[in-house]
């Protein structure tokens, strides 16, 4: 069926260095969306992406759309402790209703001060 | 505006038994959405209504997963009997806009479900 890979699943970093999650689709997305949830709590809305090659920034977080509309991307710049949480991809299929987001397994990110 | 009420908060049932979940979505919000996460992964979509009818319900479980939306405003979530593999995270989900826009989901806190 159609998924949404992302990669890697846990990511450690130290207080100060960057990091970046993958977000691969085996099919052609309408857009996709990025959320946030930190631990215990539920998914947050960051941003939405619709165009091919598309580039948003919010701060210190870049968020890319692939050429073929197929991948995204999302880096952040010096991570801080507040950082932490798992950061979910969610890719809608063209054709799809709005609940058909296909989510990622996600990325859980880890802050070390 | 106020958020996505969900209760209760916490559940522990033993197998076979029922329990049902209650969502009020955001005032407003036409479109309300079932989301079940299992520890690790991300939200699977349960099911999903626009005002008080069902748009998308082809992964509910139907043999003993059931929900409705009767005034087009808070939902229940039911299962009945449960089983083990049942345990997760059951959230709530509402947008403003209808089923072919690209409004964002605003989540509720969840249901955490624990089958014993």
């Known amino acids: 069926g159609q998924q949404v890979m992302q990669i890697p699943q846990y990511q450690h970093v130290q207080e100060g260095e960057d990091f970046t999650t993958y977000c691969n689709s085996s099919?052609?997305?309408?857009?996709i969306q990025w959320y946030k949830q930190r631990p215990g709590g539920h998914p947050v809305f960051l941003i939405q992406?619709?165009?091919?090659?598309e580039v948003k920034k919010q701060k210190r977080l870049t968020f890319q759309f692939g050429e073929a509309k197929k991948n995204s991307s999302l880096h952040i710049t010096a991570t801080q402790t507040t950082d932490v949480g798992t950061y979910f991809c969610?890719?809608?299929?063209?054709?799809?209703?709005?609940?058909?987001?296909?989510f990622g397994k996600g990325t859980k990110l880890s802050v070390k001060p | 505006e106020a958020g996505v009420a969900q209760s209760p908060r916490y559940k522990i049932i033993e197998k076979r038994q029922s329990v049902a979940f209650w969502c009020n979505p955001i005032?407003?919000?036409?479109?309300l959405y079932w989301y079940q996460q299992i520890l690790g992964q991300g939200p699977k979509l349960l099911i999903q209504?626009?005002?008080?009818?069902?748009?998308?319900d082809s992964q509910l479980p139907k043999d003993r997963f059931s929900a409705e939306r009767l005034k087009g405003v808070d939902s229940t979530l039911k299962i009945q009997p449960a089983k083990l593999e049942d345990s997760a995270v059951y959230l709530c989900?509402?947008?403003?806009?209808?089923?072919?826009?690209?409004?964002?989901?605003?989540f509720g806190n969840g249901t955490r479900l624990t089958v014993t």
């Open positions: 992406l619709v165009k091919s090659g």
């Open positions: 969610a890719g809608k299929i063209y054709g799809g209703s709005q609940g058909n987001l296909i």
């Open positions: 005032s407003g919000h036409a479109t």
């Open positions: 209504f626009q005002n008080n009818g069902v748009v998308d």
């Open positions: 989900a509402s947008s403003s806009t209808g089923q072919w826009n690209n409004s964002p989901l605003h």
């Open positions: 099919t052609t997305l309408s857009n």
